[in-house]
Structures are given as structure tokens and as C-alpha cells.
């Protein structure tokens, strides 16, 4: 079954400190993977993927293929931070269905 | 920046009701999808369509659902008999036009289902 699995409803921290939002996907193929972003009031974005291997806004994430992980990284959060970051997983790259985690907010403290 | 768009923000119907929602995705994009979420759930895939047919359904597009290009710029989903559970977040997106398959999302159209 293909299956994105992101364990925290809510993670909260205060500026400054590291992030780290999880991200466990279930599929037997070779996915391709995304972190979208939806702040407040408005759409959802596309933050970062897997193949390109940028960082984006200081965020970063590694594909684990051992470990069926995405985690998104980021070494010192902002209050801008704060937002709704959901992982999604594509069958394939190309031009298809994304399958999305349940979500995660992200609450940053000043 | 050209951006996806979605008419109505949102649909009050009454349940059997048919609705139409309504997307017009990025001008040059050549692949649409509409996906949904129902409150406090996950973003749900329902339909991917491409060169004006159906590449991809999920389970839950049922005989109820359709999906229409009606024209050269508007893409559509149609809910012949609303449901109670119909009640959710539809989302509209798009993707091609030379930025690879990177999908761009609309704001969201909010059906309540009476």
C-alpha cells in the first residue's frame, strides 16, 4: 500500500532552536518525494523535493531509502516560519498523483 | 506569477444537489488533478486528467464524480448527487509547462453539504 506517515499533529518550538518534522512513506517502487507548505490563509506550496537536493528557506531534507524516511530539517527556526508542512510521495517521477501525509503544524515561539 | 484558480471560494448545497466546481489552471500547464480534504483529515487524490481524458481516478471518484475541460482554459468537477460526506476542501492543481511535474495548487473551494 502506498502510504506517507507523519507522526506529529503539532510541533512546537521556540526561535532559533532545530526542526525536525518526520516523514515515513510506504511504497514498494521508487517514489518520488516533496515537503509542501501551506502558511497561513494561503495555498499550498511546493517547499522542496527529493531529487533536486536544494535547500529552500534554510530547510533541507534527505531521502533515507533504508530507513523509508523524508525528514525536514532545519537548523535554526524562524517565526515565519510557522505553518502547516505536509510530505507527499509521487508513484513516480513524472506526472502523477501525489499522496499526502496527514500534516504537521509547525508552531514557532519568539 | 500566474497562479491556479478556483470559483466559488465556497458551495453551500443541499444534499442529491449537483455541483460544479470550477478551476482555470496555469495557462501553458498540460496536466490537472483535483484532490480534496475533509475536515481535520488527509489531502486525498481524486483525478488526474490529461490530453482531455481521465489518466488516473482513485476509489473514491466514484460514478458521481466527473471532471470536464470545457473550453481551453476552465477544468471542472462535477458532483452529480451530493452527499453529506461530500463536505470537504477540493483543491484544484496543475503541472507542466516546463516546470517539470511540480504542482501548483488553488486556493481551495469549500463545499458544505446540508
Known amino acids: 500500500a502506498q502510504r506517507v506517515t507523519q507522526p506529529e499533529k503539532l510541533l512546537s518550538v521556540f526561535k532559533g532552536a532545530p526542526v525536525e518534522l518526520k516523514c515515513n512513506y510506504s511504497?514498494?517502487?521508487?517514489?518520488?518525494l516533496f515537503w509542501y507548505v501551506q502558511y497561513s490563509r494561503q495555498r499550498l506550496q511546493l517547499l522542496l523535493r527529493?531529487?533536486s537536493r536544494e535547500s529552500i528557506k534554510g530547510f533541507t531534507a534527505d531521502l533515507n531509502k533504508g530507513e523509508t524516511s523524508f525528514h525536514l530539517k532545519k537548523p535554526f527556526a524562524q517565526e515565519e516560519d510557522s505553518a502547516m508542512y505536509y510530505c507527499?510521495?509521487?508513484?513516480?517521477?513524472?506526472?502523477?498523483?501525489?499522496?499526502f501525509g496527514a500534516g504537521t503544524r509547525l508552531a514557532v515561539h519568539p | 506569477e500566474p497562479e491556479v484558480t478556483q470559483t466559488p471560494s465556497h458551495q453551500v448545497t443541499q444534499m442529491g444537489q449537483e455541483v460544479i466546481l470550477r478551476c482555470v489552471p496555469i495557462?501553458?500547464?498540460?496536466?490537472f488533478y483535483w484532490y480534496r480534504q475533509i475536515l481535520g483529515q488527509k489531502v486525498e487524490f481524486l483525478v488526474s486528467?490529461?490530453?482531455?481524458?481521465?489518466?488516473?481516478k482513485s476509489e473514491i471518484f466514484d460514478d458521481q464524480f466527473s471532471v470536464e475541460r470545457p473550453d481551453g482554459s476552465n477544468f471542472t468537477l462535477k458532483i452529480r448527487s451530493t452527499k453529506l460526506e461530500d463536505s470537504a476542501m477540493y483543491f484544484c492543481?496543475?503541472?507542466?509547462?516546463?516546470?517539470?511535474?511540480?504542482?501548483?495548487f488553488g486556493p481551495g473551494t469549500r463545499l458544505t453539504v446540508l
Open positions: 492543481a496543475s503541472s507542466g509547462g516546463g516546470k517539470g511535474n511540480e504542482q501548483f
Open positions: 511504497y514498494s517502487g521508487s517514489p518520488e
Open positions: 527529493h531529487i
Open positions: 507527499a510521495l509521487s508513484p513516480a517521477v513524472g506526472y502523477n498523483k501525489l499522496i
Open positions: 495557462s501553458n500547464h498540460l496536466y
Open positions: 486528467f490529461y490530453n482531455n481524458e481521465i489518466s488516473e
